[in-house]
Structure formats: C-alpha cells, structure tokens
C-alpha cells in the first residue's frame, strides 16, 4: 500500500482515490479493477484533512472516481466536501461502517450534537435541550434532525 | 372527486374582506393527501367569496407580516441560504416576481427593465430603487433578501439536475413545522421523507415527475393546510419550544376559537425562464376558527374533515391533541 | 408578401405563443441563414434558458430550431436554419422568410440546460450545432463560469465563427475548430481526459456524430450525469394522432384531432368533465373506458392500471385504436 497523504497525487489523475477514515483498514476497500487506484487515510474528517481532501480531488480530472471507507459521520462529511468540488453522487462509493456515531443537528441553536448513544434521544451539546432524534436525514450536512423531545408536555 | 359546484353564500358580501379572500382548502367532508395541483392564477370560488386572481397575492397584512419576517431574519439568520450555483435563479425569481407584481397592481408598483438595470416601485412602501440584475451589491442584503421584503410568500428555489429537484436556495420565516436551514441541499424525495403516506401513495414521486416536466415559463399552485395557536407566522422548527407548549393546553382554553387558526398554505410552483429552476412559494393564511363558523359550509365541512382525519395524518401536522376539541365546537354551532 | 396569408391557421404546437416579426435575414454560410425576429410593437421577449429552441410555424408544419442568444432578457430571438435536402422539412420555407414577414412561435422550450453546478463547460459542435452550443457560450460569459468550445465545420463554411471568436476571453477560455476528422479526433480524446473535476460536456450536431462523442467520452470514465446531448431538431411536438371516441351512453361520436386533447374535445361537445391540473398528474378527469386501447401519457395511473384500459386521464391520454368507447 502506498503512503497516505503527503505523497503527491500525479497531476491529471483520473483513476480510483480511496480514502478510508479512523481505524477503518484499508484492506476492507474494494478491488478497482485495474484501474489506477491512489490511497488516502485519515484520522477523522477535520477541516485540515477536508481541505487536503479537497485540494487531491481538484488535481484531478472528470473520469475520476471516489471510494470513502469509515465511520458513517466521516464519509459523510467527505462526500459533502466532494459534492463542493464536483463530483456527482455516482462517482462516488460510501462504505461507512456498520455502527458508529451519528451527528444530530439542532435547529434551536443551530449546533451539531455527535450521537455516541444508539437511542432515540440525545442532549444537545450546545444548549443542553433533549432532543428526539428524526428519521430526517440531510447529506449535506451529514446529519440527522432533532427537536425538543419534550415541547409538548405540560409544564 | 371534487367535482362539487361551489356556490358563494348569499350572505357572504356582509363579510369581512380577510373571510371573502380566504383559500378555504376543502372540497368536502374528508381530506387526503394527493397531487392537487392546477394552473395559477385561476380565480377559485369559496362559498364565502373567492381567491387566487393574483400570483403574489397581497392583503391586510401585507406590511405587518413583512415586519415579522424582518425580526426573524435578524433573530435567525439562518432562515435564508443561496448556494453558490443558484445565483442565477434568486435573480431570474425576483425580475420574475417584480414584474408579475407590477402587472398585477398597476396602480401601486411598476417595474421598468433595459438590459440588466432594472427599477421597481412599490408605492405601498414609499419605495423606490434601481438595481444591475446580476450584481448583488446593488441591492442592500442582496437580490434574495431584498424579494423577502416585497411579497409575504416565503421563497424556495430548487436546482434542476440529474433528473431530480434540488432544494438549493431559499428565505423561510413562515415554515409550518419544518426547518429549512436543516432542509437546503436536500432533494424533493428527501424533502418530504417525514410526510405520512405520500410515499406508499406515489403522490411525491409523480408530483416529482409533474415538476420536471414543467417548461419555463409554466406555473401551477396547489393548497396545503394545518393549524396554528395564535396569530403566529413563524412555525418553524426552530422555534418549537417557544409554540409547541400551545399545543397540549389549547383544547380546554376557553378562547381555543379566537386562538385557534386554520393556516392554509397557496403554493406556487414556477418554472424560472431564464435559470429554469422551479421556484416554489409558500404563501400562508391564518383564520381563527371564529370566523371559519361565520360560513356555515365552512364549518360543517373543517368539522367533519377533523373528525374523520386519520391518525397518522393528524399527528403528523400536529393537530392530534386538539382536532376533536375544534370539531365539536364547529359541528356543535 | 406576408408569410400570414401562408398561415391560414394556428398550428397546435405553437397556440398560445406569439406572433413575431421578421427583423433580419443574414446569410451565415452557403446553406445557413440566420433569422431574427422581434415583437412586431417591440419590447422584451421571454427570457429563456440557454440551449432552449423555438418551435415556428411555416406553412401548415411546424419545426424546431435553437437559439443562439444567452437568453437573458432578450429584445430578439435568432435562430440559424440550416436548408436541407429540398427543404420538405420546412427549411426552404424559412429559407425564404424576409424582413416584415410575421410568423407564429412558441414560447422558448429547454431541453438542453446548462448544469448550474458545473464548474466548467466543454462545449462540443459539428455544423449547425454550433446553435445552442453558442448559446451555452454566452451564458457562460455573462454568468462568470467558465468554458471550452470545440467546433467543427467544413473549410469556410462555420456559422457564427466571428461571433464564438468574439467571445474569447475569461468566460470563454478556449474556441478550438477543426475543419477535419482526424484533427477532431485528436483534440477531442485530449479534451476527454484533462478537463477538471466538475466539467460537464455538451454536444450537438448530426446523431451519429453526438452518438461517437457520448460514447468516447463515457469510454473515459464521464459518467452520464455529466454528458448533455440536444438530439438536433428533434423536440417532442407531441401533438398525437386524431382518433375517435364513441360515448356509449349518449351513442354520440367526437372526433379527436390532433392537438388537442380528449378533455377539449368533451367539454367543447357540452360535457362537463371535472378537472384540475389538465396535465395528467392530479387524477381528477379519470374516464371509464369500455372498448380499446388509450395511449396513456398521465403520471396518475399506476402501471397496472394503465395496462388494465378500462381508466384514462382524459386531459392528457389519447388513443392507440382509431376509436374509443368511454361510459359516458
Ligand atoms: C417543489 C416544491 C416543494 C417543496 C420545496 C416542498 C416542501 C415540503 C416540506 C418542507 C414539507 C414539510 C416536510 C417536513 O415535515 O419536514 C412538505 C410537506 C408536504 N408536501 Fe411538499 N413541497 C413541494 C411540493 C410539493 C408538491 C408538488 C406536493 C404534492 C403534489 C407536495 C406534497 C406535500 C405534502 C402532502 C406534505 C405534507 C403536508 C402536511 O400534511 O402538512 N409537496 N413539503
Ligand atoms: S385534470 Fe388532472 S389528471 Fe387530468
């Protein structure tokens, strides 16, 4: 396996970027068929390695196609910042792994709670509401919709 | 179906002007969801008067609403959101919008183009001003937010692209129980993953196809309704603590028929001719059930149509704590 | 001679448009003329998107053609009619059009839209295809995106090569022509592989040329999101074919014609039919159908139902048989 990051991507590179997050192995990613294939790993995605991300893909050139292994709330993220760059949503090959966190975002005060729990409920981490988790899903976010659980009971 | 001939009341030219215009939403006894769309600017009797003459309809509550909207954006701005690839198409709605309005209200408004620079005048504002279509700068808060302040409609736009719709654009102040900031960059099916049944019934994925197919140029509206405590615009998601405590006292408030309103949505499907993008608007009508019992047919058919609402339907707008307190008042009148 | 005394009247894929005026006949090439029309009291016209055509009548037929402005706000439509074979087609008749001859058009249709994500655009003609992929260019230009244009025509013989020159610059970054196969194909299969993520590619010009560029391209990995095509002259003037409907309560015979839909020709004879959207996705004209084939072209009914024929949406769905009988 070729190193990570860091190692330049040859310039007009039109193959398979595959880029696996977390502890996530690379192994688990699939055959590309022969095609040219450029291998990245990262921690989570932050903004640092977003940008990095980003700067791989816009190197590239159409034909060019992406394969994103790891936890759900990474390769969401990394499909988003894909999306920005112009890739279209058959380019691109989501494995995200069976469990994980989830994001929750909360429309109340508009900050985005990391779910560790697998239940209907969590508490917002910017203003403490407990919120019930929506199957209410948005990919640009790459998050869920919650709301205050508790709005309709008497006070 | 609704095949039902509407006949205005004799009695209804003694009514004030807000029940004469109201998009009362039932044909009959029972309501379901389904693809209820028909061409815009059809004038629809109501047994009470008639509405639906105008694109951007504009009423009593013309100046007080677009201050409401003005409060919100300042208290969230997240209500409103371009991305960057819709540029175009908040133009194309505005030069779009203006000059309908200007059409429309000739007495009040005029819209004059040459090239890009356009000007708009809106007596009902003391307003006037010249701004360069494509120039954001020339208009202060830019093209999107500038429209907000001239219709009472909330705006969405979405993008046309790989055979789908794209909820990329938008200022929302009046959302009835959805977030849009959650919304943007969702496509039409994601939209309306939350709704009850539209999806087993097909209704999303052929109103879906309808849309697409639409040419620059057409424009459809259909009615949708639910119900709010209070004379409140913003229902939105982000604001659910502060109404939704409403819902769980309102059926033994005494004053649930002046605090009880019946909002019904006219929204307005347009296909944008130079972006192509469909505009959508949201315009919303409150009515307490107060005024609703001054129709009789009225009240006889939103009684009915709360009882024999379905479950799942009426927990899904909401209503399901309170809909039998409100039929029996208006079916006991 | 005005082309109305041609018209006698209104064909049905253009009612309901507008009736413009002939302002300039210019001739492009040997076979090419451009032809621009304005309203006759002046004034704007419809904006439309870029890569949208124009359907116009001539004579009794109608055909289409696109147009090569960027669509913004425009005083004036241009269209470039290429004459083909012995103009059967209708081309002679447009051949033949002269400044202040009136002819009725449709508003602007779009079939060929830009993609507003694309962060850039290669744009690909043979011919007379250089039409809406001008058109592509000049929105790109007042829309500060950027894009490439790759255009074959024979020696001499391009339509509107001064005005893509003229767009050169940041909007327009690249106009490469090519006026032979063998050089085509060398710029293309280059183009093919070093445009950047986010391009997307439009081609028009005759079928077999369109077919080879999709497919070459799609051979280099573009997948088919990414590939817009205008099948040139082809719109859907979906006007049908007249059939009959016999309603076998009242025993009355209608004739159908073409152009006109099964629910106009009901309400015209007196029935009242409810009736919502008119466009085939609300369900409320559903008919009862007794005896033979509809052509169903609603979204409302489901597969089974449609392949059952005993249901039609009369606003929209016409007739596989040359007659119908309803239960009406
Ligand atoms: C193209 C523009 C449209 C947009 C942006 C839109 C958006 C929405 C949104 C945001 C909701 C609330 C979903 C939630 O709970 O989160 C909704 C509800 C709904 N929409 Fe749409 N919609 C559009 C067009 C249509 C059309 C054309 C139809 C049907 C023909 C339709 C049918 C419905 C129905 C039945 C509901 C449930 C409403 C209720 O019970 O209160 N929508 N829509
Ligand atoms: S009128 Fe709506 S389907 Fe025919």
């Known amino acids: 396996m070729p190193p990570a990051a860091g190692n330049g991507l040859e310039p007009g590179f039109r193959g398979v970027i595959c880029v696996s997050f977390g502890s996530s192995d690379d192994t688990a990613l699939p055959d590309t068929n022969g095609q040219p294939r450029y291998d990245l790993h990262f921690e989570s995605a932050t903004a640092e390695s977003l940008s990095e991300l980003k700067s791989v893909l816009s190197g590239s050139r159409v034909g060019v196609r992406l394969i994103l292994a790891g936890p759900p709330t990474d390769i969401r993220a990394a499909a988003a910042a894909a999306a920005d760059c112009g890739l279209l949503g058959e380019e691109v090959t989501l494995l995200p792994q069976e469990t994980g966190p989830r994001f929750v975002y909360c429309p109340h005060c508009l900050t985005t709670t990391v779910d560790e729990a697998a239940g209907t409920e969590v508490k917002c981490q910017g203003c403490a509401t407990t919120l019930t988790i929506a199957d209410h899903f948005s990919r640009r976010r790459g998050a869920y919709l919650g709301y205050s659980a508790h709005a309709e009971e008497a006070a | ?333 | 001679m005005t082309a109305i005394a041609l018209q006698p009247r209104v064909h049905p894929a253009v009612e309901g448009g507008l009736q413009l005026e002939v302002t300039n006949v210019s001739r492009e090439t040997e076979s090419i003329v451009s032809i621009t029309m304005a309203a006759p009291e002046g004034g704007r016209l419809p904006s439309y998107v870029p890569g949208s055509h124009l359907v116009v009548q001539w004579g009794n037929g109608v055909n289409a053609y696109s147009l090569t402005g960027s669509g913004n706000a425009p005083s004036e439509y241009s269209i470039s009619v290429l004459r083909v074979g012995e103009g059967a087609g209708g081309s002679l008749a447009m051949h033949r059009l002269c400044v202040g001859d009136r002819v009725y058009v449709a508003r602007p249709r779009s079939a060929f839209a830009p993609a507003s994500t694309a962060t850039h655009h290669l744009l690909v003609a043979a011919g007379i295809g250089i039409t809406p992929v001008l058109s592509h260019a000049r929105a790109a230009v007042e829309r500060d995106s950027t894009a490439t244009m790759i255009y074959v025509h024979r020696p001499d013989a391009g339509a509107h090569v001064a005005e893509a020159r003229e767009l050169l610059g940041p909007g327009l970054i690249a106009l490469v022509e090519c006026t032979d196969r063998g050089s085509f194909q060398n710029v293309l299969a280059e183009a093919l592989i070093t445009q950047p993520v986010g391009t997307h590619l439009y081609v028009c010009g005759p079928v077999v040329f369109m077919d080879a560029v999709l497919e070459e391209a799609r051979g280099h990995g573009w997948s088919s999101a990414r590939l817009h095509s205008e099948a040139f002259g082809a719109a859907e003037l979906d006007a049908g074919e007249p059939f009959t409907v016999h309603l076998a309560r009242s025993g009355v015979r209608l004739e159908v014609p073409a152009g006109v839909s099964l629910l106009e020709t009901l309400e015209t004879a007196g029935q009242s039919i409810p009736n919502m959207c008119r466009k085939g996705i609300c369900g409320e004209c559903v008919l009862p159908v007794l005896r033979g084939a509809p052509q169903h072209r609603d979204l409302y009914l489901s597969e089974q139902e449609k392949a059952a024929n005993n249901t039609m949406m009369s606003c929209v769905s016409r007739s596989n048989d040359p007659e119908l009988e309803l239960d009406l």
Request: hydrophobic share 40%.
């Open chain 2, 1 to 333: 179906m609704s095949s039902t001939i509407i006949e205005t009341d004799p009695d209804a030219a003694l009514l004030p002007e807000r029940i004469r215009r109201f998009p009362f939403p039932f044909a009959s006894d029972t309501y379901r969801y389904s693809a209820n769309v028909e061409p815009a600017t059809k004038t629809a009797p109501t047994e009470a008067g008639a509405w639906g003459a105008h694109l951007v309809d504009i009423d009593e509550h013309y100046l007080d609403e677009l201050a409401e909207r003005a409060k919100v954006l300042t208290r969230d701005p997240s209500r409103v959101n371009v991305l960057p690839h819709m540029r175009t198409a908040v133009w194309d709605a505005l030069t779009t919008l203006l000059s309908s309005m200007a059409e429309d209200y000739p007495d009040t408004m005029s819209f004059h183009r040459e090239g890009n620079i356009c000007r708009w005048r809106n007596g009902l504002q003391n307003l006037e001003v010249e701004f360069t279509v494509g120039d954001d700068s020339s208009l202060p808060e830019g093209p999107l937010r500038f429209l907000g302040t001239q219709i009472q409609d909330d705006i969405i736009l979405l993008d046309i692209r790989e055979d789908t719709l794209w909820l990329d654009a938008g200022l929302v102040t009046f959302a009835a129980d959805w977030s849009f900031a959650f919304d943007v960059g969702m496509n039409f099916l994601e939209i309306h993953h939350p709704v009850p049944r539209v999806k087993e019934e097909r209704i999303t994925s052929r109103a879906e196809q309808f849309l697409l197919r639409l040419q620059p140029g057409e424009q459809f509206r259909r009615t949708n309704w639910t119900m709010t405590i209070g004379r409140r615009m913003d229902t939105s998601t982000e604001t659910y603590p502060e109404w939704g405590p409403d819902r769980t006292t309102i059926a033994d408030d005494p004053a649930m028929p002046e605090k009880l309103h019946l909002r019904v949505e006219v929204q307005h499907l347009i296909r944008l001719p130079h972006s192509g993008a469909l505009l959508f608007l949201v315009r919303t009508h409150l009515l307490p059930l107060t005024d609703i019992a001054r129709v009789p047919a009225w009240r006889e058919k939103m009684g009915h149509v709360l009882a024999e609402l379905p479950d799942d339907m009426a927990e899904y707008k909401g209503i399901i704590r309170y809909r039998k307190a409100a039929s029996d008042w208006l079916l006991a009148r």
